[in-house]
């Protein structure tokens, strides 16, 4: 039984390798590897899965706006999020909700961003005017 296994590993790590393109000082899996990948977690995504809708992954304000920025930055643009800064953020049932501030007098709208906390699905993205 020892010897089967082990010889199902080899042939599937050789595979592996084979199928992988090199470059200098990194093997890269490929696309293949990456389309085999997706279809097997969209088919079952507890497969070895370390997301559970029972632990926070995004568990402190710090991460979560690190995780929120890049997005905002790149549809809104850096310039105009940073000047919502500083934002509101509080982490309610397992959701971040997460906007920014304006200062006081000051006429027009801030972004809102929901994140789930357990897997950092965007829930809610809107923007004020």
């Not at 370390?50 to 930055?73: G, H, M, Q, R």
């Not at 934002?87 to 906007?99: F, G, K, Q, R």
Request: net charge positive; charged share 20%; glycine share 6%.
């Amino acid at each position: 039984m020892t010897h089967k296994l082990t010889l199902i590993t080899l042939i599937f790590f050789s595979s592996i390798y084979h199928s992988c393109e090199r470059t200098r000082d990194r093997l890269i899996l490929g696309e293949e590897y990456a389309k085999n990948q997706l279809k097997t977690t969209l088919a079952d995504s507890t497969v070895d899965n370390v997301i559970s809708l029972k632990t926070l992954i995004i568990n402190d304000k710090e991460t979560a706006i690190n995780v929120i920025e890049p997005i905002l930055f790149s549809i809104y643009g850096k310039n105009s999020i940073k000047k919502q800064q500083p934002y509101e953020a509080y982490l309610i049932n397992n959701y971040w909700v997460i906007s920014g501030t304006l200062p006081k007098g000051y006429l027009g709208g801030t972004f809102l961003i929901i994140v789930d906390a357990t897997n950092s699905k965007i829930i809610r993205l809107t923007h004020g005017k």
